[in-house]
């Protein structure tokens, strides 16, 4: 498989900053999606990182490392309505197609 | 951005029936459409790919002959749930790209709730 890896849970206070991991097999790679999942709703796009770096886009940015395998999603200013899950979804040359980890469930709490 | 719609929102259906499920890309043309099926608490399994006027590309373990998926335009995809039984009761979700490949940004549908008595 392609090893997508990112925590199952995490938990913010409303306000604070929370960062959200994700790892994947290096093979192949080309580039990675960030999506949000509220419950019982579609995911809507975050962000797209193709180059190493950091992408910024108001309070969510998101950083790929193509040599670590290893990209992360970054929320400031947590806010209730932040409360969802996130989908990082790698894509690799050959495939024509996104995978989707497992998604990391985020609380934020008053 | 890009705006898909998917309908019915719901449906609840008795086992043996068939139901079919319409996503439509309503401010772009979508070249590639995807079928996912996502599980209580589970990600996004994709199930097929589909680009219009060509037959779908079917997942390993999917089968192409029980959801049956069609892209005849480049604004609809529709896939259809043949004889279906109780553990297909899912969260279907489709989405759309509208450039070359399909690696392009995906702008996702509402989805679809189907329950199968």
């Known amino acids: 498989g392609q090893n997508i890896d990112q925590p199952t849970e995490m938990t913010a206070t409303e306000g604070a900053i929370v960062q959200i991991n994700c790892t994947y097999q290096?093979?192949?790679?080309?580039?990675l999606f960030w999506y949000q999942q509220h419950a019982g709703e579609a995911p809507t796009f975050l962000s797209y990182n193709v180059l190493d770096g950091l992408e910024e886009k108001g309070r969510f940015s998101s950083f790929l490392s193509r040599s670590k395998g290893y990209s992360y999603l970054l929320l400031k200013e947590l806010q209730m309505k932040d409360s969802a899950s996130y989908l990082c979804a790698p894509f690799w040359g050959g495939y024509n197609k996104l995978i989707f980890g497992a998604g990391t469930r985020l609380a934020v709490h008053p | 951005g890009a705006v898909v719609s998917q309908h019915p929102s719901r449906v609840i259906c008795k086992s043996g029936t068939s139901v079919k499920i319409e996503c439509r890309s309503l401010?772009?043309?979508?070249?590639?459409m995807f079928w996912y099926r996502q599980f209580p608490k589970q990600s996004l399994m994709l199930m097929a790919t589909s680009n219009e006027g060509s037959k779908a590309t079917y997942e390993q373990g999917v089968e192409k002959d029980k959801f049956l998926i069609n892209h005849a335009s480049l604004t609809l995809s529709t896939l259809t749930v043949t004889s279906a039984h109780p553990e297909d009761s899912s969260f279907y979700i489709c989405s759309g790209t509208s450039g070359g490949h399909s690696t392009d940004t995906q702008y996702f549908g509402p989805g679809t709730r189907l329950t199968v008595l």
């Open positions: 401010d772009f043309q979508a070249t590639t």
């Open positions: 290096t093979s192949g790679f080309n580039g």
